[in-house]
């Protein structure tokens, strides 16, 4: 497998624009996390889901924030509209069983909004 | 409030130094903590899972110890490596209501050739 798989790797967008992530999870994994990493807040868990339903969403900064999980082998993180504060390395995670077992993350996507 | 806490933010060793990284957090009621790498640019990449019934779990040159009544965490590497410079993360597993992973700030190691 060729591991979590993130795109794109960068973004650049004008404040005010919708910005869509990426992630295709490791096949057979259950679980898929989406993470945000910033210098002052460190990595925080957005949201995970589980059999590609959303199961804690209690991370997500706001409504401009939302997450989907149309089948086991996507899922796209989505803000509109993007403000610079969102400015940030965005992570995906996948575990094969619950939260807290060994989970795999992607190289993730630096979101710079301008 | 149920936090991570890794000392120190960052560490220069000569290369073949014995080196230790430490992992707090406030709320003892763990099930597990794991240990991560991250390299520049990079995700980040599981080194060692230790559950809260066990005290070490060693992989190669890395050792983790937790002690869990003084919610403490430490992670030894011994005769660092130019290669072993990356970011070290520590997260702290809680069940129950929490049921998600809690991270530390990281340490940024450079290992000097």
């Known amino acids: 497998d060729a591991g979590v798989i993130q795109s794109p790797r960068h973004e650049v967008t004008e404040m005010g624009q919708e910005v869509t992530l990426r992630c295709k999870p490791i096949s057979g994994h259950d679980y898929l996390f989406w993470y945000r990493q910033t210098m002052m807040r460190g990595l925080e868990l957005l949201i995970y889901f589980n059999n590609n339903v959303p199961i804690d969403d209690s991370g997500m900064p706001e409504d401009r924030f939302s997450a989907k999980m149309p089948n086991a082998s996507f899922s796209t993180l989505k803000i509109q509209p993007s403000e610079p504060r969102d400015s940030a390395v965005y992570f995906c995670?996948?575990?094969?069983?619950?939260?807290?077992?060994?989970?795999?993350f992607g190289q993730g996507t630096r979101l710079t909004v301008v | 409030k149920q936090e991570v806490t890794q000392i120190p933010a960052a560490l220069s060793v000569p290369e073949g130094e014995n080196l230790v990284l430490n992992c707090s957090f406030t709320?003892?009621?763990?099930?597990?903590l794991q240990w991560f790498r991250q390299d520049p640019g990079k995700g980040l990449t599981s080194l060692l899972l230790?559950?809260?019934?066990?005290r070490e779990q060693t992989s190669g040159r890395l050792n983790a110890s937790l002690d869990k009544s003084s919610g403490r965490s430490t992670l030894y590497i011994a005769a660092s490596q130019p290669g072993d410079s990356a970011t070290y993360l520590c997260?702290?597993?809680?069940?129950?209501?929490?049921?998600?992973?809690?991270f530390g700030t990281g340490t940024l190691l450079a290992v000097q050739p």
């Open positions: 997260a702290v597993y809680y069940g129950g209501a929490t049921n998600k992973l809690i």
């Open positions: 230790i559950q809260s019934s066990q």
């Open positions: 709320d003892s009621a763990i099930y597990n």
């Open positions: 995670a996948s575990s094969y069983k619950a939260p807290g077992t060994e989970a795999f």
